[in-house]
């Protein structure tokens, strides 16, 4: 059991967990999962950590497609910062309580700011990291932004 699925059964929310074994191959662990569980990798999202305004301790969180990346301009408005950068790995993991590559945007140590790409909304469910690499979580969009706390905005490209 994972903090995240913890989230998911304290509020009874609909979902099923999917495992699959990663090879650790992948330059992307998220394009991993969409090609082991068979998923349109557009479907399945990133948990990614930004620092903002170059400040190590405050940190965010942007959620995108896996076949997209996240872009800094976009997320830095959408969290109301004038500069963000990637969060060093140490720093994302000290915070969320997650692993690279298991980060999931529920069941943070800290809850950080989350900011969920808009593509989210496209989809019936969707997929993420349930905590732990090889495991991910398929929900309903409205409740991941319920349970997440996040914002909606245009953050991929």
Same mark, same amino acid.
Request: hydrophobic letters at 40%; charged letters at 25%; zero cysteines.
């Given at each position: 059991?994972? @903090?995240?699925?913890?989230?998911?059964?304290? %509020?009874?929310?609909? %979902?099923?967990? %999917?495992?699959?074994? @990663?090879? =650790?191959?992948?330059?992307?662990? =998220?394009?991993?999962?969409?090609?082991?569980?068979?998923?349109?990798?557009?479907?399945?999202?990133?948990?990614?950590?930004?620092?903002?305004? *170059?400040? &190590?301790?405050?940190?965010?969180?942007?959620?995108? &497609?896996?076949? %997209? /990346?996240?872009?800094?301009?976009?997320?830095?408005? +959408? +969290? =109301?910062?004038?500069?963000? $950068?990637?969060?060093? @790995?140490?720093?994302?993991?000290? +915070?969320t309580g997650y692993v690279v590559g298991g980060i999931? &945007?529920? =069941?943070?140590?800290?809850?950080? &700011?989350?900011?969920?790409?808009?593509?989210? $909304?496209?989809?019936?469910?969707?997929?993420?990291?349930?905590?732990?690499?090889?495991? /991910?979580?398929?929900? $309903? @969009? *409205?409740?991941?932004?319920k349970l997440s706390k996040g914002k909606i905005a245009d953050i991929?490209?």
């Amino acid at each position: 059991m994972t @903090p995240a699925i913890n989230v998911l059964k304290k %509020h009874k929310a609909d %979902h099923k967990i %999917h495992r699959y074994s @990663p090879q =650790g191959s992948s330059e992307s662990y =998220g394009e991993e999962a969409a090609k082991a569980l068979n998923i349109d990798a557009s479907r399945v999202f990133k948990t990614l950590v930004v620092e903002l305004n *170059d400040d &190590p301790k405050k940190l965010a969180v942007g959620v995108v &497609p896996v076949n %997209h /990346q996240l872009d800094l301009k976009l997320i830095a408005k +959408a +969290a =109301g910062a004038k500069k963000v $950068q990637m969060a060093n @790995p140490v720093n994302a993991e000290k +915070a969320t309580g997650y692993v690279v590559g298991g980060i999931s &945007p529920l =069941g943070q140590k800290k809850q950080l &700011p989350i900011v969920l790409d808009s593509s989210i $909304q496209n989809f019936s469910t969707v997929f993420f990291s349930a905590g732990k690499r090889g495991l /991910q979580i398929e929900l $309903q @969009p *409205d409740m991941l932004i319920k349970l997440s706390k996040g914002k909606i905005a245009d953050i991929a490209r």
